[in-house]
């Protein structure tokens, strides 16, 4: 894929996931898209449970339903909470990402109402383990 980055269109389709997103317990709703090189879009929302460490990210799900769609890499990423701050992966999702993207990936955090700044994968995520750091790692 070599088309400039939608990332307005990126951020909006994480906006329209996150109003889907199961938040009852701390009211924080996410939406998280995820750019292929085939130029799909996947998209996750959070989904909160009772037993708290059993919830799923937005980024986590996103990446489900993309590597059940049979995508493996990233081109980009845009992630949306339901706070007036710039929301950022918490750090499991972080190391997540990066499993399927190299340091260069551009991520677009965003605030409640859309606006958003795109930094990289690699900025929020520096010196980051990865499949190079294992002598047996699978091929990306």
Partial sequence: MTD????KALVAAA??????AYAPYSNYHVGAALLT?????FVG???????????????TCAIGTMIAGGERRLTAV????????LCTPCGGCRQRLFEFGPAETPVAIAAADGTFEVITLGELLPRAFGPNHLPDAPPA
């Fill in 4 to 7: 400039p980055i939608d990332f």
């Fill in 15 to 20: 906006m329209d996931i996150r109003s889907r």
């Fill in 37 to 41: 090189p085939s130029g799909k879009i």
């Fill in 45 to 59: 929302a959070n989904v909160e449970n009772a037993a708290y460490p059993q919830g799923a990210c937005a980024e």
């Fill in 78 to 85: 845009a992630v949306i909470g339901s706070g007036p701050d």
